[in-house]
């Protein structure tokens, strides 16, 4: 019902607006508050009821024909982005809610665990297809623009600096990525070496300052975190663009 209201008031105030002679500056302005207004009280509504509902419910639904809980939010989701982007966006809120979906998408992958499903695995093509797809569609358009694309500058120079076997042994240890994916860093020769549970070849790890380490192999950076006692607890992969934070299991 107040979704059909919306849409009717929608339709109507231009009509009224346009109506008026002469018009007042503030009334535009006036307007736009209402419906700010509107999106405030709902929303927050919205919000408060999908997080006072427990994870276990989400599948919920009254009858086999009705919608459940989880489909609900996921809808408004979607639908809040594809009517809003309508009113354009700029430039630091376009990219910033890039990487906030991708941190999405990073969470539902993860979640996923052994794939097994052939509808999972057509999806999860589908949307590595269009991120390939849209990378390459937008670096021939930074190359027209006289523009580099990512993918195809030299990487920075980094200079290594000394730290001592001592100063190294606290970051040695098993670091959880993502659930099946661990990092396990290992102290050899006096270096610190860095591997994929996934399979890769160890690569060596070279200080560039106390917590921040580089790859000379791979365009790869990692920086360690220590909690409020001063330990190791956690590092933070620098790949790709992107930071990817990875908990300490065992040193």
């Known amino acids: 019902m107040h979704r059909r209201a919306l849409i009717v008031l929608t339709l109507v105030l231009p009509a009224v ?4 002679s002469p018009p007042t500056p503030e009334l535009p302005n006036a307007v736009m508050l209402q419906f700010i ?3 405030d009280i709902f929303g927050s509504r919205l919000v408060a009821a999908f997080d006072s509902i427990p994870a276990a419910r989400y599948d919920y639904r009254p009858t086999p024909s009705q919608q459940t809980i989880g489909y609900i939010a996921q809808h408004l989701e979607d639908a809040n982005y594809s009517l809003c982007e309508r ?3 700029p430039k630091d809120t376009l990219v910033a809610r890039l990487e906030a979906s991708l941190r999405f998408c990073d969470t539902a ?13 057509s999806t999860l093509l589908a ?12 670096s021939n358009y930074m190359r027209l623009l006289g523009m580099v694309p990512p993918s195809a500058l030299p990487q920075r120079t980094r ?8 100063a190294l042994s606290p970051y040695v240890g098993v670091y959880e990525l993502a659930s099946g994916l661990e990092l396990d860093v290992t102290l050899q020769h006096g270096a610190l070496h860095i591997r994929s549970s996934i399979g890769s070849a160890a690569v060596q790890l070279w200080p560039e300052s106390n ?16 909690d409020a006692s001063g330990a190791v607890s956690g590092l933070v992969l620098h790949q790709y663009g992107r930071d ?8």
């Not at 200079?159 to 001592?166: E, Q, R, S, T």
């Open 127 to 138: 949307f590595e297809t269009d991120l390939a797809e849209h990378y390459s569609q937008i």
């Open 211 to 226: 917590n921040d380490f580089f790859a000379k192999d791979v365009d790869a950076q990692v920086t360690f975190v220590r």
């Open 17 to 20: 607006l346009a109506g008026q």
């Open 244 to 251: 990817r934070p990875a908990r300490k299991r065992r040193s």
């Open 159 to 166: 200079v290594a600096i000394a730290l001592p076997a001592a």
């Open 37 to 39: 207004r509107f999106a």
């Open 109 to 121: 992958m993860e979640r996923l665990g052994k794939l097994e499903s052939p509808a999972v695995a």
């Open 87 to 89: 009113l354009g966006w």
